[in-house]
């Protein structure tokens, strides 16, 4: 009897413990439907993509121009991704150059990466490393792990400044030795181009605010040349880019999103420039809901759509 009374009760779990399980399997699949991915990639129709079909489109062009958030680990996480794998694909064929360092480093970085002059905390001494630099500093292992050529494509910062305060004519004025560290002189500004007018539109006239004790920072200066010291930043950028490819290279540039966005900026420059290269863009932004691509962030060929909530590699409010 006692053993017949052990066989009902099992009997009679039997089913409870199987719809417990499904209704927890349910669940756990129903929490993962529910996650929202760290990223999403959206080509240019809004389309989500893969991974591998943005790499397989990306290894077709001879340009790549990667448009970050500096402050976002994704995007260096794929920073570092893309690059390794069209390692894998291009060799030594690959070209590596970023924003992130200014035409006049370009000589103690071939003595770090090319000639072996210097070693790794003599680099780290001497170049004008960002804040940030841990975030980049993969990718010149990268590079110098394979003895690929790293260029230095932005323009020293001392430049734009010039331009900044007192305007672009005052580049007549460098030392011929200057000249090296810039895009042909004169330089080219068009400030009709869309992200050049958008942001000229954001600043008051030259002559709206003349009062030195203002607490404008722009008082004092004029608004356009703040847009032309960020426009020779492209110029800048375009130009190094070209100096350093040649059919059969494949180049890819690590910079702002804002440099890149919109096929504007430094694109404008490559094709003002005339280059023969297929070019592709990579915008990255942040969205609270990366499911749906918002069109104000349809910017590029490809758009790594991050989750606003993942963490930030640095505090931009303490630099």
């Known amino acids: 009897m006692r053993k ?28 993962y439907v529910n996650d929202q991915p760290a990223y999403v990639i959206y080509d240019k129709e809004g389309n989500k993509v893969t991974y591998n079909e943005m ?18 680990a994704i995007a ?37 990466m090319i000639h072996d002059l210097i070693d790794n905390k003599s680099y780290v001494g001497s170049a004008k490393n960002w804040p940030n630099f841990r975030d980049y500093r993969p990718l010149l292992g990268i590079a110098k792990r394979n003895k690929l050529k790293f260029v230095c494509t932005n ?10 305060k007192k305007g672009v004519e005052y580049l007549d ?27 000229g539109s954001l600043f008051a006239a030259d002559d709206a605010d003349k009062n030195p ?7 004092g200066y004029k608004g356009s040349n703040l847009v032309k010291a960020q426009a020779i930043k492209d110029a800048s950028m375009a130009w190094f880019i ?36 297929d070019i592709v863009t ?17 910017t590029a060929d490809y758009n790594v759509i991050v989750n606003s909530y993942v963490t930030k590699t640095y505090d931009a409010k303490l630099f």
């Open 4 to 31: 017949l009374l052990i066989i009902i009760i099992i009997a009679l779990a039997i089913p409870f413990n199987t719809t417990l399980a499904k209704k927890n399997k349910k669940n756990k699949t129903d929490r």
């Open 55 to 72: 790499l397989n489109e990306l290894s077709k062009s001879d340009i790549c121009l990667f448009g970050e958030l500096h402050d976002n």
């Open 76 to 112: 260096h996480f794929l920073e570092r991704t893309i690059t390794m794998d069209m390692l894998e694909e291009k060799g030594s064929n690959l070209v590596i150059g970023g924003e992130m360092w200014e035409t006049d480093q370009q000589l103690i970085m071939d003595e770090f």
């Open 155 to 164: 323009v020293p910062r001392r430049y734009a400044n010039i331009i900044y």
């Open 173 to 199: 004025s460098l030392p011929q030795a200057a000249y090296q560290y810039l895009p042909p002189m004169p330089i080219h500004f068009n400030m009709e181009q869309p992200v050049y007018k958008k942001m």
């Open 213 to 219: 004790n203002s607490k404008n920072p722009m008082a």
């Open 242 to 277: 070209l100096q350093n490819w040649e059919k059969g290279k494949y180049f890819i540039h690590y910079n702002g999103v804002y440099h890149s966005k919109d096929f504007d900026s430094i694109v404008y420059y490559l094709k003002y420039y005339k280059t023969e290269a």
């Open 282 to 298: 990579i915008s990255v932004a942040e969205q609270s809901n990366n499911l749906e691509l918002e069109e104000i962030n349809n």
